[in-house]
């Protein structure tokens, strides 16, 4: 008997990567809206488009993390309110609701790993929106709500730190890339698995309602993660030069400090995500990067000369 899945923001970077991971599940029947199909602050079709499914993972979130800086009752009306809709819906049809959130919930002044019940306390608009997400969620499904928090999330679909190192590979030289920010890379394809896994884990009763870290094991910098993307990819890492978060003033601030435990996987019986250098490994080798870094290397000989 096939299950029904509703996934939101199904054209993003982790919606498409999830799609593409339910497609090989022969059980799952998975209905896609992209954000020209649901807008997720209209609680009216937000209700219409929950009914009758089994599971929501939302992926729908306003992502401009500078632009949330600058227009925060808007990416609170989406982040905030627009994920109220989506637990109320969720209560009303009695569908479980796994729903995406974000490292940028916490201050970022730790020095060892946020444990998934550490205090939180944003430091930009952003987290703030995805912040009154999570708490909507746990206080409307506080038994069938499950906020999964990401962080440098890159994958095949959309603009990433990953390939747009590669991209200017091809084009510069030499980068520089922030040395004093700390955090998880974690491909897109990878936490798909586990999100489906949870909701396979949840419509069983394994998996407690709460939150879990949907990031990579280990840690690294931007620049330690450049490092690695240009020496997996046959290009010379000493091309990237460190420098500090000053040295690229933004309109939000940034948690300096970004890396989370992953402790409450074992209470469903899952294992926590691979570390995030064997991650990048593997998508290194597969499409889009692949051909992006054949073309880096190329233009990268040709700088040279």
Known sequence: MSTEWLVTGAR???????????????????TALARDQLDITDPTAVREAVEGRRVVVNCAAWTDVDGAERSEAAATAVNGA?????????ADSGALLLHVSTDYVFPGDNRRPYPEDA?????????????????AVAELLPHTGYIVRTAWLYGA????????????????????????????????RVLARQLTALGRAALAGRAPAGVYHGTAAGRTTWYGLARETFRLAGLDPERIR????EKFPRPAA??????????NWARCGLVPLPRWDDQLTAALAEPPFAALAAVARTNSARLRV
């Open 12 to 30: 993003g970077l982790l919606g498409q990567a999830v799609l593409a991971e339910l497609a090989t599940a022969p059980d799952v029947v998975a």
């Open 82 to 90: 627009g994920v109220g809709h989506l637990a109320r819906a969720c």
């Open 119 to 135: 205090p939180t306390g944003p430091v930009n608009a952003y987290g703030r929106s995805k912040l009154a997400g999570e708490r």
């Open 157 to 188: 679909h959309g603009r990433n730190f990953v390939a747009t190192m590669l991209e200017l590979a091809a084009r510069r030289e030499t980068l520089d890339v922030v040395a004093d920010q700390h955090g998880q890379p974690t491909w897109s």
């Open 242 to 245: 460190p420098v500090g978060a």
């Open 254 to 263: 940034r948690p300096a400090f970004g890396v989370l435990g992953h402790d």
